[in-house]
């Protein structure tokens, strides 16, 4: 089964945290992210590292995850998404790149743990990694 990556479960492997293992063995398969979620990414590491690093990293980062651009279909899929949640523009786009891989997300963003989701999720919190 696809996989979808978040900004969490990409910072969480960044920093070495416990998800870091978890997150490294989906990038291996082919894990997908939305260009959003890796612009969320960017903007961390931007102030935290600066430009330099932050654009060294997304390369990186590139060529381990299928990044994909959303479509106008995905945004508005992503729209509708946030319409019923309480949750970042940013999160929106995970959970409709889910919905649209028919895919699990990896993550430990509380707002994308919605316990009656339509999107299936494995918490990188609960498992530690």
Known sequence: MTEVL???A???YLRNEPAADRVARAMARDAVMSG?????????LHRLAGPGEAATTIRDLRADVDVETPHSDRVLEAVAIKAQH????ADAF???TVLGHNATLLTGDPELL?????WRFEDLRASGG
């Open 114 to 118: 919605v316990e009656d989701a339509s």
């Open 6 to 8: 978040d900004a969490w």
């Open 10 to 12: 990409i910072m969480a």
């Open 94 to 96: 995970a959970a409709a």
């Open 86 to 89: 309480a949750m970042s523009y």
């Open 36 to 44: 959003i979620n890796l612009g969320e990414v960017f903007c961390v």
